[in-house]
């Protein structure tokens, strides 16, 4: 669509850059994530791209256009902000990566923050407990029930569900089916 426009218009465009929303991750976690960078323009022109702000121990390959980082335990929290820049000869655009670096949970893997509200919450283990066990009292019933039904008729105790009623197919004699009382 763009293509067409530019032929009709005949006027040159910066490069198109596109890059990933707003990233959060833990400390040990890696992340990894393409630069596409394009010359909307025939015929198109070398994209260079380069980023600002590259946070220590994070690498930028401007050959593949990756951008990688695993954090450390003493870069969280924080908040990272990548500049990306794609330069051709028609023109720079920029626009940014915001990275937020939550510290987790040895425990339950999840953001501090939950930690500290569920720790906060001393009913919630209880409330979890409670639920889990009604659950299975409910199972426990409904298999109880299932096992002690056939075609949706009780059985007797010690009867067999096979030995109770027989199949017309099976009956030699063609002689009707005694109904159950």
Known sequence: ??????????????????????????????????????????????????????????SYDPSANIFSWKPTDDQAPGV????????DTNGVVGSKVTISVVKSSPVFGLPQSSVDYLAFTSW????????????????????????RQFAGR?????????TERTSPFSNPSSQPIPEKK
């Open 124 to 147: 919630a283990p209880l409330v979890a407990l409670v639920v889990a066990a009604l659950y299975i009292v409910r199972l426990k019933r409904r298999e109880k029930t299932d096992s």
């Open 154 to 162: 009780e059985i007797e105790d010690g009867a067999n569900a096979d």
């Open 80 to 87: 990272y902000i990548l500049i990306f820049s794609a330069r």
């Open 1 to 58: 669509m763009v293509l067409i426009e530019v032929l009709k218009a005949n006027k040159l465009l910066p490069p198109v850059l596109t890059l990933p929303g707003p990233q959060t991750i833990n400390p040990g976690t890696l992340l990894s994530f393409a630069i596409v960078a394009v010359d909307p323009n025939l015929p198109p022109s070398q994209v260079n791209v380069t980023v600002a702000g590259l946070p220590r121990g994070s």
